[in-house]
């Protein structure tokens, strides 16, 4: 039995540079001492004192950085404080960073139960290069039957680096291209993904691809 992966975990520990995030802040505040302080955030993340961390980017954030908005609004979706999340994430949102329209549409989903909303998200996250976004995307096209679509979105997070997107492509290739389906089951297997170590000895008697 093939398993398939639907919506990723929604919080990743990411660096500014990673997340396209361009850092805006107001006041008088050096950019450089703002930058120190985002990345003393940053190592107190790293090492799981959120709570400190917070406070750090609480302070930024009141500055207007960029970066710090998203960051404080990603640590309140994972602690689960879905509505002190949303503002923070829906202001980076508007300003184009994709990462927050994938979470908000996470927060549409779950908080406010509305999908229409969430695929819009999504969606305005895809059109930016969100290998989250797209793989989200896939995963609402395959829902409603449209595995062509699915197979094009999926294809695209895959290629993305999404490890749930390889999974899912996988299965759709399995029957046409059963070596293409082997080399994306074997690639999310090397990042650990452990549906694609399950299809890999299931389907080619190796786990290891």
């Not at 009141?62 to 609004?73: E, N």
């Not at 927060?107 to 509305?114: A, Y």
């Not at 409603?144 to 492509?169: E, H, P, Q, Y």
Request: with cysteine; hydrophobic share 40%; glycine share 12%.
């Amino acid at each position: 039995m093939l398993r398939w992966t639907r919506l990723r975990s929604p919080f990743r520990r990411r660096r500014p540079s990673d997340s396209g995030a361009h850092p805006h802040s107001s006041g008088d505040v050096p950019r450089a001492e703002l930058a120190d302080e985002l990345r003393e955030a940053l190592e107190l993340l790293d090492a799981g004192h959120d709570r400190e961390a917070v406070q750090q980017l609480r302070r930024l954030a009141r500055t207007g950085h960029q970066t710090a908005r998203f960051l404080l609004g990603a640590c309140y979706f994972h602690q689960g404080d879905l509505t002190a999340a949303e503002p923070l994430l829906r202001g980076v949102a508007d300003e184009g960073l994709a990462d927050a329209m994938y979470l908000l549409g996470a927060i549409c989903r779950g908080l406010h139960d509305d999908e229409d909303a969430a695929r819009r998200w999504f969606r305005a996250g895809s059109a930016r290069g969100d290998a989250s976004c797209m793989f989200e995307v896939g995963t609402c096209a395959a829902v409603d039957g449209d595995l062509s679509t699915a197979k094009f979105w999926w294809g695209r997070a895959a290629a993305a680096g999404s490890t749930d997107a390889m999974v899912n492509l996988g299965g759709l290739l399995l029957d046409e291209d059963p070596e293409g389906a082997r080399l994306w089951w074997s690639r999310a297997a090397g990042e650990g993904h452990p549906a694609a170590i399950q299809n890999l000895d299931a389907n080619f008697g190796d786990g290891k691809g």
